[in-house]
């Protein structure tokens, strides 16, 4: 997948460069805990889950922190642009492009490892559960993690 970054105006071309790279990992880490949480709201409903059994939006964060790691790490520059521009005092600076990849199977990988540990706390509250109902709805919690972590985020 590809991203690109933007910087701030700096002083620096090393800053800006810096700055750069740091909003392209911002990026990919947005674009893809949105398209996880989207994901996790689709099939919670299709699975009948309530927001307190699966709860889209924390789980979509603990993906993006997950992602926001690996990120980091894998995130490739491949093509660097830069502008000389003044910012907003009318000091000069640079200003800088990046088009950045990050492969797939990165991205995959921390979906599942997310959807794995869910899976995992499922069953232990199925165990856990004090009525027939709580285990009922953690078990398909469980059933659900399980099936996130085969289909990985992307498709």
């Keep these: 997948m590809s991203f690109v970054g933007l910087s701030n105006v700096h002083a620096s071309e090393k800053n800006a460069r810096e ?16 398209l996880a949480k989207t994901k996790f709201e689709q099939a919670s409903v299709s ?7 699966v709860d889209p939006t924390t789980s979509a964060r603990n993906f993006q922190k997950q992602v926001a790691a690996n990120v980091a790490r894998r995130l490739k520059a491949k093509k660097w ?3 000389r521009e003044s910012d907003a005092s009318g000091k000069s600076g640079y200003k800088y492009f990046v088009l ?8 995959d990988k921390a979906f599942q490892q997310t959807a794995k540990k ?13 009525t027939a109902q709580a285990k009922q709805q953690q078990e398909q919690a469980a059933e659900f ?6 289909q990985g985020v992307v498709e």
């Excluded at 950045?100 to 991205?107: G, L």
């Excluded at 869910?118 to 004090?130: F, G, H, L």
């Excluded at 993690?145 to 085969?150: E, G, S, V």
């Design 19 to 34: 700055d750069a790279r740091r909003n392209a990992v911002d990026a990919v880490v947005q674009y893809l805990g949105t």
């Design 47 to 53: 699975y009948g889950l309530s927001s307190e059994v």
């Design 81 to 83: 642009y830069m502008e």
């Design 100 to 107: 950045s990849t990050v492969p797939v199977a990165e991205m």
């Design 118 to 130: 869910n899976m995992e706390d499922a069953q232990k509250k199925a165990k856990e559960a004090a």
């Design 145 to 150: 993690w399980a099936d996130m972590q085969k």
